[in-house]
Nanobody, 122 residues
Framework: QVRLVESGGGSVQAGESLRLSCEVS????????MGWLRQVQGKEREGVAS???????YYGEFVRGRFTVSKDDAATTVVLRMNNLKPEDTAMYYC????????????????WGQGTQVTVSS
């Protein structure tokens, strides 16, 4: 079973940056999707960014060039760099891994981390 552990969340001011990291406990094989989704309490989880085994990248429309997702060659770490953060980016951010189609939907992922909180104040 894959275990995902996030780190790097915190509280920042609007306009500042954060780097979220996710460590994966084992190899995901040849075809996989690694991503980040976020959730505000009382709302549905939404896709932030994902990267496939073939290095295709997907971003939520609200990202608009502010975030970058990357992974290491061994696919044991996935990083989300977030620049120019806004108060509306405040949410719990979850790392996720999937073994099929790569995208930004919850059903694209099979394993989840516990989440890391990001809070952006104005």
């Amino acid at each position: 079973q894959v275990r995902l552990v996030e780190s790097g969340g915190g509280s920042v001011q609007a306009g500042e940056s954060l780097r979220l990291s996710c460590e994966v406990s084992r190899s995901l094989g040849m075809k996989y999707c690694m991503g980040w989704l976020r959730q505000v309490q009382g709302k549905e989880r939404e896709g932030v960014a994902s990267i496939s085994s073939g290095d295709s990248r997907y971003y939520g429309e609200f990202v608009r060039g502010r975030f970058t997702v990357s992974k290491d060659d061994a696919a044991t770490t996935v990083v989300l760099r977030m620049n120019n953060l806004k108060p509306e980016d405040t949410a719990m951010y979850y790392c996720a891994a999937g073994f099929g189609r790569c995208g930004l939907r919850e059903r694209d992922f099979n394993a989840w981390g516990q989440g890391t909180q990001v809070t952006v104040s104005s």
